[in-house]
């Protein structure tokens, strides 16, 4: 009946038709939701509702809100939501120094045991 980019989209378009009393589904290859998504065959989600609800679940999803209630565009959430993307752009410099500290105690630890193994295979 209706193809959705993500199972959330799909599901929730499943829900608010069974609200309104029309009995509807989902249908997705499992891939979709698995830790490799590109092994999907198809990359939609289909709704899928009695061949004599078409009509009815149709204008029932037409007439949706086809956005965000309002309380995900308040100003607070904005806010939040600027804030966590600047922090998360900022770059980590705070861990740089014990990242390279460990590189070289590595480093060194792989030469040493390479140099003993060629000692003794001489």
Do not use: C, K
């Amino acid at each position: 009946m209706a193809e959705f980019g993500s199972i959330f989209e799909a599901d929730a378009a499943a829900r608010s038709l069974v609200d309104v009393g029309i009995e509807a589904t989902t249908s997705y290859d499992p891939a979709i939701n698995s830790v490799a998504p590109y092994f999907a065959s198809d990359r939609v989600v289909e709704v899928i509702v009695r061949e004599e609800d078409v009509e009815h679940a149709r204008q029932i999803l037409d007439a949706g809100p086809g956005a965000l209630p309002p309380e995900f565009t308040s100003p607070e959430l904005l806010a939040w939501s600027e804030a966590r993307t600047r922090r998360a752009a900022q770059p980590t410099t705070s861990w740089l120094g014990l990242r390279l500290l460990l590189v070289v105690l590595l480093g060194a630890m792989a030469f040493g045991a390479l140099s003993a193994l060629l000692v003794a295979l001489h």
